[in-house]
C-alpha cells in the first residue's frame, strides 16, 4: 500500500469520525427537544444545509495537515533512519544518521550512531589482524618457496592415497620421462603434477610397504620415523627416497583415536646414480685388490717357505719356486698399478641401506608370505633385539621369493622364522620340514630371478644377498630333520634417523594444492562430483587438414592442466609430431608449422602414449572437442593407447550458455569471455586460452544449476551443435 | 703313513709348491684343477683329506664340499677349505657348509701342515 494511500485512507476515517461525533450530538440534543422546537431546528438546519457541507468539507483541511505531520514523524522518520542503518551495517561502515525529527527519533538515532561507532572500531581492527595473519602467511609462503626452490633434493610430498600435493622443481627435472625411442628431439615431459598419482612413478608396492613399516614404527611410539628405499625413476636414474609421515588430524579422522593419523608422506629423493656406479666399481676394485693380493701372497709365501724348509732340494724345483715368486711379485705389482690408477676419482659408497630391527622384517615377510602365498608361518626362536641395516623391501621379497619356491614346487605347507647372533652376525633362518633339496635347487634358486605371486623382480637373490654383505646356505639340522635357509647378515645398533621432522609443505604457487588433501579417491561416481572439484587436461591438436578419414594427421599436440579450479601454466605438455605428409600451404598458414620443423620430430605412436600418461586420471577438455577426439580415436589401434576418460567441450558449453549467439568459435567465445588472445593458433596457446574460457564458465554453469560433471554432459548432449559430427 | 691328499685349486703357482710340500710330508698326493675334475678324482683316488680352494670356476668349493657331505661313503674325508676371501660371513659359510678348517690365503705353510697332521690324526 503506498504512503499516499495510506494518508488518503487515514483522512477519510478521521473526518468520518468527526463527521459521526458532530451527528450523533445533533441527534441526541434533537431527542431532547419539543416537537415544535424540532421543527424550527429542521427548518433553519435546511435552510442553511449548503454552509453545513462547506464547514464539514472545510474541516478536512486541518485533518490533512495534522496527519502529514503525524505520519513524517512516527512513519517517515523511522523508516529512514532503518535505511541508515542497512547503510551502515553493509555498504558503509563510517555512514552516521542524521539525528533530527522529534525527541524521540533523534535518541533513537544517537543510541544508533555510537553502536555503529563501536561496530566500526570493532570491524577496523579484526580486519587489521586478518591482513596482518595473511602477510605473515604470505611471507613464510615465499620463504618456504625459496627454501625449496634452492634444495638440493628432490621433494613431493603426497597425500594418503598418493596424489601429489606439492613438489619442488628439483623432483620435476629428476622425474622426467623421455619419450619411448629415447632419441625424440622433442623433450621429456615430467610425470610430476599436483593431483597426480605417485603410483605413475614409483611402485605401489614399494611406497605402501615404507608406509607400512613407518606405521609399525609410530605405533611401537617411534617419533618421527623415516623409512628409506632404493628405486628406479622411469628414465632409468637410481633414486635413494627417504619417506616421512606427515601426521595431523584428518578431517573425520575418529575421535580417541590414540595414534595420530598419517595423512600423507613426504618423499625426499637423492639421485644416487653416479654414487652407487662409483660405489660399485670402488667395491669391484677393492675385492679385486683384496682378494688377487691374498691369492698371490699366498703362493709366494707357501714357495719362500718351502725353500726355506728343504734347502738341500734339487736345483731344478729350487728354480721352479723361486720361478713362482717373481711370477707372483710381477702380478702383484701391476695389480697396484692397475688398482690404484682406477682408485683415484672413486667416491666414498653410501649403500642405500637402513636400519631396521630384524622382528619387524621377518613381520613384513610374514605378513606378505601369508597374504600372498596363503601358506601359514610360525616364529621359532626370534631375538627381537637384533637390528641390521638392510634394503628391506629387496630382501623381503627375497625371502617371500624362497618361501614361494619352497610352496609352489615342493608342496611345503609351512615355514617358519628364526633369528639369533653369533659372534658379529645375525642368523636369520627360514625353516621348514620334509622336503630335502640339492645343491643345484639351492644354487639355482639363488642366481634364477625372482618372481613371487606375478611379481617380478629384475634381482636374483644372490645379488640381493651381496648387496647386504651376506651370504645365503641351505643346510639341514639332522636330529630335528629340520631344513633351513640360512641367511647370515652383520647385525649393527640402530641409528637414529638423520632427520626426521616433515617439512611443512609450501613452494611456488603452482607447485602446491593443499585441497587435494580433502578430495576423496577417483571414483567411477566422477558423474556426480562437482565441476570445481575436478582435475582436467585442456588440449589442442593442430592438423594436416580437416579430414582425419581422408589422411589429415596431428602436427601439433598442447594441454595444460586444470586443478582445484587453477590453471597450472607450469604443467604442460606440447608437443610437435611428424605427420610423415607434407603439410598442405594452407595448413602452414594456420597453424604457422612448416614441414621442415616437423623433420625429426617424433611421430604419432610415441607421442600419444606420453600425452595419455598427461592425462591419466582427468577430464578431457577441448574447443569443439568431437574434431581432435576424432583424431585421436583413429589412432587408437596404431598407438595401442585409449582416451577413455569423460569429455567436455567448451563450444557446447558456451552453447549451452548463451544459446542465442551466433558464433561459439574459440576466439569469438574467448572475447565474449573478456579474455584476451594470446599465442593462437599454436596447440598450446589454444590449449590455454580454451583452459581460461572454461574456467569462466564454471560459475555461468552454475548459475543455470549445472553444478556437476553428469549435468554439464547431459546439458551439452542437448544442445543444437551436439549433433555434428566430423 | 700313506693317506692321501687331494689338492683342489685353479691356481698352479700355489698348487705347486702345495703339492711339493704334502709329498714331501710323505702323502700321496692327486692335483684337481675344477670342481668337477676334484669329485671325479674322490671317486676313484680316495682321499683322506681335501685341499679345496673357494674360488673354482664353475662350480666353487663351497658346493663341492657340500656334495662331499651329500655322500654317506665319503663321510670320512676332511676338508680343508683355502681361500683368498677371509670375510666373517665366508668362513661361517665354509664351516656350515661342512668343512674342518677354513684358511685363509696367504696362510704358513708350517701352521697348514700342522693342520693337515691334525685332521688326519698324526
Not at chain 1, 535518541?107 to 561496530?119: E, I, P, V, W
Not at chain 1, 597453424?591 to 600418461?613: W, Y
Request: glycine share 6%.
Amino acid at each position: 500500500m503506498s504512503d499516499r494511500t495510506r494518508i488518503a485512507l487515514a483522512l477519510v476515517a478521521a473526518w468520518g469520525l468527526v463527521l459521526a461525533a458532530i451527528a450523533a450530538a445533533a441527534l441526541l440534543v434533537g431527542a431532547d427537544l419539543a416537537d415544535h422546537q424540532r421543527a424550527v431546528l429542521a427548518a433553519v438546519l435546511q435552510e442553511r444545509a449548503p454552509m453545513l457541507v462547506v464547514v464539514s468539507l472545510l474541516l478536512l483541511v486541518p485533518l490533512v495537515f495534522i496527519l502529514k505531520t503525524l505520519f513524517s514523524r512516527y512513519v517517515k522518520a523511522p523508516r529512514r533512519l532503518a535505511e541508515d542503518i542497512r547503510i551502515m551495517q553493509t555498504a558503509n561502515p563510517g555512514h552516521r544518521a542524521p539525528v533530527r525529527g522529534s525527541a524521540e527519533i533523534r535518541r533513537l538515532a544517537d543510541g544508533f550512531n555510537s553502536f555503529a561507532d563501536a561496530h566500526e572500531t570493532l570491524k577496523r581492527d579484526v580486519e587489521a589482524r586478518v591482513r596482518e595473519a595473511n602477510e605473515r602467511i604470505e611471507q613464510e609462503r615465499s620463504r618456504l618457496a625459496a627454501l625449496m626452490s634452492e634444495l638440493a633434493q628432490s621433494v613431493i610430498m603426497c597425500n594418503i592415497e598418493g596424489r601429489i600435493l606439492l613438489y619442488n622443481s628439483r623432483a620435476m627435472q629428476l622425474l622426467r620421462k623421455p619419450l619411448d625411442g629415447a632419441a625424440a628431439a622433442g623433450k621429456a615431459h615430467s610425470l610430476v603434477g599436483l593431483g597426480r598419482s605417485i603410483f605413475a612413478i614409483f611402485d605401489r608396492n614399494l611406497i605402501i610397504h615404507a608406509l607400512d613399516s613407518i606405521h609399525d614404527r609410530l605405533q611401537q611410539g617411534a617419533r618421527g620415523p623415516v623409512a628409506s628405499f632404493v628405486t628406479t625413476t622411469p628414465a632409468g636414474q637410481l633414486v635413494r627416497v627417504q619417506m616421512a609421515p606427515v601426521q595431523g588430524a584428518a578431517a573425520g579422522a575418529a575421535a580417541g583415536d590414540a595414534e595420530q593419523g598419517v595423512t600423507g608422506f613426504v618423499l625426499i629423493l637423492d639421485n644416487i646414480t653416479r654414487r652407487i656406479e662409483t660405489g660399485n666399481r670402488r667395491d669391484l676394485l677393492l675385492q679385486t685388490l683384496t682378494q688377487g693380493t691374498r691369492a698371490s701372497l699366498g703362493s709366494m709365501r707357501a714357495a719362500v717357505e718351502t725353500i726355506a724348509a728343504f734347502p738341500e732340494m734339487e736345483r731344478q724345483a729350487q728354480d721352479r719356486f723361486i720361478g713362482i715368486i717373481g711370477d707372483e711379485a710381477q702380478r702383484l705389482s701391476a695389480r697396484l698399478d692397475e688398482t690404484v690408477g682406477e682408485f683415484a676419482d672413486s667416491l666414498r659408497t653410501e649403500w642405500p641401506l637402513e636400519d631396521m630391527r630384524g622382528a619387524d622384517l621377518i613381520a613384513a615377510a610374514r605378513r606378505r608370505i601369508e597374504t600372498r602365498l596363503g601358506l601359514p608361518t610360525k616364529l621359532e626362536d626370534v631375538d627381537e633385539s637384533i637390528w641390521f641395516k638392510v634394503d628391506s623391501y629387496s630382501l623381503m621379497q627375497g625371502i617371500s621369493y624362497l618361501a614361494s619356491r619352497l610352496h609352489e614346487e615342493f608342496g611345503i605347507r609351512e615355514v617358519r622364522f628364526g633369528l639369533k647372533t653369533e659372534g658379529q652376525l645375525a642368523h636369520l633362518d627360514l625353516i621348514w620340514t620334509g622336503a630335502p633339496l640339492g645343491v643345484e635347487t639351492t644354487t639355482s634358486w639363488q642366481t634364477d630371478s625372482m618372481e613371487t605371486g606375478g611379481e617380478a623382480c629384475p634381482l636374483t637373490l644372490k645379488q640381493i644377498v651381496e648387496r647386504h654383505n651376506a651370504e645365503i646356505w641351505y643346510q639341514i639340522h639332522k636330529p630335528s630333520q629340520r631344513e633351513y635357509f640360512r641367511i647370515a647378515i652383520p647385525w649393527t645398533r640402530p641409528e637414529e634417523a638423520t632427520w626426521s621432522a616433515p617439512l611443512p609443505a609450501e613452494s611456488r604457487p603452482e607447485f602446491y594444492d593443499f585441497d587435494l588433501f580433502h578430495q576423496p579417491g577417483q571414483t567411477p561416481e566422477q558423474d556426480s562430483m562437482p565441476l570445481t572439484a575436478l582435475s582436467y587436461t585442456v588440449f589442442d591438436t593442430e592438423t594436416t587438414g580437416l579430414q582425419p578419414s581422408q589422411g589429415d594427421e596431428i602436427v601439433s599436440v598442447g594441454a595444460v592442466r586444470i586443478v582445484n579450479g587453477r590453471l597450472l601454466e607450469h604443467e604442460v605438455f606440447e608437443q610437435l609430431v611428424d605427420p610423415r605428409r607434407e603439410m598442405s600451404p594452407e595448413a602452414s598458414r594456420i597453424t604457422g608449422i612448416e614441414s621442415s620443423m616437423l623433420e625429426n620430430q617424433p611421430t604419432i605412436d610415441r607421442v600419444l602414449p606420453a600425452f595419455h600418461a598427461f592425462c591419466a586420471d582427468t577430464v578431457l577438455v577441448a574447443h569443439n572437442a568431437a574434431f581432435d577426439m576424432r583424431f585421436l580415436r583413429l589412432k587408437e589401434e596404431a598407438t595401442g593407447v585409449r582416451f577413455t576418460q569423460p569429455v567436455l567441450d567448451t563450444l557446447l558449453l558456451s552453447a549451452v550458455i548463451d544459446a542465442r549467439q551466433e558464433s561459439h568459435g574459440l576466439e569469438v567465445v574467448a572475447e565474449r569471455m573478456g579474455i584476451n588472445p594470446i599465442g593462437r593458433h599454436t596447440a598450446l596457446g589454444d590449449s590455454i586460452m580454451t583452459a581460461e574460457v572454461f574456467l569462466r564458465m564454471i560459475p555461468l554453469l552454475a548459475e543455470q544449476g549445472i553444478r556437476t560433471l553428469g549435468e554439464a554432459r547431459a546439458a551439452s548432449q542437448k544442445t543444437y551443435f551436439a549433433r555434428i559430427e566430423y | 703313513m700313506g693317506k692321501r691328499i687331494l689338492i683342489a685349486d685353479d691356481e698352479p703357482n700355489i698348487v705347486v709348491s702345495l703339492e711339493f710340500l704334502m709329498k714331501q710330508k710323505g702323502y700321496a698326493v692327486r692335483v684337481a684343477a675344477t670342481g668337477e675334475d676334484a669329485l671325479n678324482a674322490i671317486g676313484d683316488f680316495g682321499p683322506d683329506l681335501i685341499l679345496l680352494d673357494v674360488m673354482m670356476p664353475r662350480m666353487s668349493g663351497y658346493d663341492v664340499c657340500q656334495r662331499v657331505r651329500e655322500n654317506p661313503d665319503w663321510h670320512g674325508i676332511k676338508i680343508i677349505m683355502l681361500s683368498a676371501k677371509g670375510r666373517d660371513v665366508e668362513v661361517t659359510k665354509g664351516m656350515a657348509v661342512g668343512a674342518d678348517a677354513y684358511v685363509t690365503k696367504p696362510f704358513s705353510t708350517k701352521d697348514l701342515i700342522a693342520k693337515v697332521q691334525e685332521l688326519l690324526g698324526e
